[in-house]
């Protein structure tokens, strides 16, 4: 009986000690950078206000997880990776950004200012994703852009724009890496198509 005992008592300390010594992965962490972008020198909205509203996904759920696909059908979400806040939150800030270093108006804000506003930049995303396709991969990104006078309401231009940025690797990483790519490409043309 005292032998039993001692055995399982043996075992219970190894199976305590392989949980101790297992560690999770860390969690990586990606932001978006903010492009650089150059200062426009003459604008019709030099002396306006827009404010940029929260981007809304038409088809995905956005959120902190960075989404991947290896079909149409097949979707999922990186475990041990993630984005540094909503990415809806994240595109939000990076377009005010672009925005205001273009110097192509008078102010940029985010919807919830209080401020009145002449013209609201909305943004839709259509795709936001790493996508897989046997050998190749890459950044997925369509969203499209709408300017609108506030006082009237009516639509002034609109627009979608869509990229596939290879990334340099099949994982988070290269993902991440590949999406700052798309929206150094989609600060320029935004800026171009505003101005």
């Not at 008592?9 to 650089?36: D, H, N, W």
């Not at 809806?88 to 009145?116: E, H, P, W």
Request: hydrophobic share 35%; aromatic share 12%; glycine share 4%.
């Amino acid at each position: 009986m005292r032998k039993i005992k001692f055995l399982y008592m043996v075992q219970f300390a190894l199976v305590i000690a392989m949980f101790g010594c297992t560690q999770a992965p860390t969690l990586k962490i990606y932001s978006l950078e903010v492009p650089k972008v150059s200062t426009v020198s003459t604008s019709p909205y030099r002396s306006k206000v827009v404010k940029v509203t929260f981007p809304y996904s038409l088809r995905e759920q956005i959120s902190e997880k960075m989404n991947f696909s290896y079909s149409d059908s097949d979707y999922g979400t990186y475990l041990n990776s993630e984005w540094s806040n909503n990415m809806s939150k994240l595109l939000q800030g990076t377009i005010i950004d672009i925005l205001s270093n273009s110097k192509i108006f008078k102010a940029v804000l985010a919807d919830t200012s209080t401020l009145k506003e002449n013209y609201r930049l909305e943004s839709n995303i259509f795709t936001f994703e790493h996508r897989v396709r046997g050998k190749d991969s890459y950044a997925d990104v369509s969203m499209q852009f709408t300017l609108i006078d506030a006082d009237t309401g009516k639509l002034m231009k609109s627009k979608r724009f869509s990229y596939r940025e290879p990334t340099p690797s099949i994982d988070a990483k290269g993902y991440a890496i590949a999406t700052n790519r798309v929206m150094h490409r989609l600060s320029q043309d935004l800026v171009a198509w505003i101005k």
